[in-house]
């Protein structure tokens, strides 16, 4: 495959789920990416159409791993084209390796991407957020309490005057700059694209030396287990660090403040949400389900109580 | 905010919404990004950003996997930062009623994807006469997609607006506080499920 070529259905991939529908889910986008090689492969217009019938028939694999089956797929009909096999044993062939790797590959990608990925470089933007000052991230507006966390007023204040001394000055306060605000979802974005986009286009190489001659095609390409493995841990470390940081920036003023019936809710209530969402879990609903669940929940115990949060 | 600023709004999205499943997946339109970027558009760059996160961590748990089609993280934060920064609404009813559209948009997915369906009986009659390019076919879901997803908000946001608005306004304080009180812990549930999600894999020591 030249590097022309290459970058050909590279960029055709990223239209892979372009028309995903449930009867043959990727199955268009992949015959639009792979027809490039397969024109050059197959000049003759009536092997075209077969090659063409091989490639739109279902599939369906994780949309950043789809480089693996396309260098691959290029590959095997590269061969195919020269070699003397009858073509009907061997497109049935290609057929059955192309499903098998996808499916092997979907599972892999899945993982690291939607399980990982996404959550991992989202806790980056946060933690962007977090060292260029936006401590109060979690309250939903600066100033007053609301809600879970507590009055983080005087928060910047404790944080740079007595834990972070800043040149002997108390920091006054102000949230970050836009771009520091902004800086936190381009970080996520870098991040991810950094690593979603290597393996899309390693993939494509991947597949094509491979070519279908061994059963792990392409996946030794990667140690996966291990990228999963350290970016899980990752993924945990930074969750650990934003919920200890998020308590201790809402506490921290507590102490200040003097023990109150309003401060005791407000240290008990991020441990108890802790425990609802572990709860949550258990019971195997989604975080959406139970924030929709809090809303009558909590007006019912409002309405009780007498009086609004 | 005039109707055509909201128009323009919309079809941006729409456009955006693309990129969300169908062209790229660079995650662009992930909340955090949308949420962050059309604050910054509205003048509302830090309840917009925070909107964003607070979407994305409560939608953390529901990923695009096989069939699975999880609410739209593009149309919950835009709509959001759109009805607080355009009609006025308060950041957790703003918050509430974003869910709602995102949920809506992924139903609405499921006739648009359908739709595609009977598009293989045709493309295959297409490839038999010998014609194999499908560029048509995925310039017609794509602008199909941005159809939908325009509509949907160019007609959702008004009417959440005026909902929200009304509820805000003239129902019972319980509900605003209800309201408040269940956004303020979306950050900390979406946190603590990442934490609890990540434990078991590693004491497993697999995946």
Not at chain 2, 181 to 204: I, V, Y
Request: aromatic share 10%; with cysteine; proline share 4%.
């Amino acid at each position: 495959m030249d590097a022309r070529l290459k970058k050909k259905i590279f960029l055709r991939s990223m239209l892979l789920q372009a028309c995903w529908n449930f009867e043959r889910m990727q199955n268009v986008g992949f015959a639009f990416a792979i027809l490039p090689a397969l024109r050059k492969i197959w000049p003759a217009p009536d092997k075209l159409k077969k090659a063409f019938a091989r490639h739109i028939a279902s599939l369906n694999t994780q949309p950043y791993m789809a480089g693996f089956v396309l260098g691959m797929t290029a590959k095997m009909e590269e061969d195919l084209a020269s070699s003397e096999e009858a073509v009907e044993g061997a497109a049935g062939r290609i057929q059955n390796f192309k499903r098998t790797v996808a499916s092997a590959l979907a599972a892999i990608g899945d993982s690291l991407f939607w399980g990982i990925m996404r959550p991992l470089t989202l806790e980056i933007s946060v933690l962007v957020w977090w060292f260029s000052g936006f401590y109060r991230w979690t309250m939903l507006s600066g100033g007053k309490m609301i809600g879970v966390c507590c009055d983080t007023a005087r928060l910047p204040e404790v944080i740079h005057g007595t834990v972070m001394a800043n040149g002997g000055q108390a920091n006054p306060g102000a949230l970050p700059g836009q771009w520091a605000i902004l800086a936190g979802p381009v970080a996520g974005l870098i991040a991810y694209n950094a690593l979603s986009l290597w393996v899309r286009w390693k993939g494509l190489s991947a597949g094509y030396a491979c070519g279908g001659r061994s059963p792990d095609c392409g996946l030794a390409a990667v140690d996966w287990q291990k990228l999963i493995k350290a970016s899980g841990f990752l993924c945990f470390a930074a969750a650990v660090f934003l919920l200890a940081s998020s308590y201790f920036v809402c506490v921290l003023p507590l102490f200040f403040e003097g023990i109150s019936a309003a401060s005791c809710r407000r240290l008990a209530m991020p441990p108890l949400v802790v425990l609802l969402a572990w709860a949550v879990r258990r019971a195997g609903y989604t975080n959406a389900a139970a924030y929709t669940a809090l809303i009558p929940l909590s007006a019912v115990f409002f309405w009780g109580a007498g009086k609004g949060f | 905010m005039s109707f055509w600023e909201l128009a323009a709004y919309c079809v941006g999205l729409g456009l955006l919404e693309l990129e969300n499943m169908q062209a790229g997946q660079f995650m662009l339109s992930r909340p955090s990004v949308v949420g962050a970027l059309i604050g910054l558009l509205t003048g509302r760059l830090v309840e917009g950003a925070r909107m964003g996160v607070f979407l994305e961590l409560l939608f953390l748990d529901q990923a695009p996997m096989g069939g699975i089609i999880p609410p739209s993280g593009l149309v919950a934060a835009g709509a959001g930062v759109l009805l607080m920064a355009g009609a006025g609404l308060e950041f957790s009813m703003a918050f509430a009623l974003s869910i709602l559209l995102g949920y809506a948009y992924s139903r609405l997915q499921l006739p648009l994807r359908n739709m595609r369906n009977s598009w293989n009986g045709k493309i295959d009659a297409a490839a038999d006469r010998g014609k194999t390019d499908l560029s048509g076919w995925i310039v017609k879901a794509l602008v199909s997609e941005t159809a939908a997803c325009t509509v949907l908000l160019l007609a959702g946001i008004p009417v959440a607006a005026t909902a929200g608005n009304w509820l805000w306004n003239n129902g019972p304080g319980q509900i605003r506080s209800a309201l408040v009180f269940a956004c303020s812990t979306a950050p900390w549930l979406g946190m603590a499920a990442l934490l609890f999600r990540f434990k078991p894999r590693l004491s497993a020591g697999e995946r």
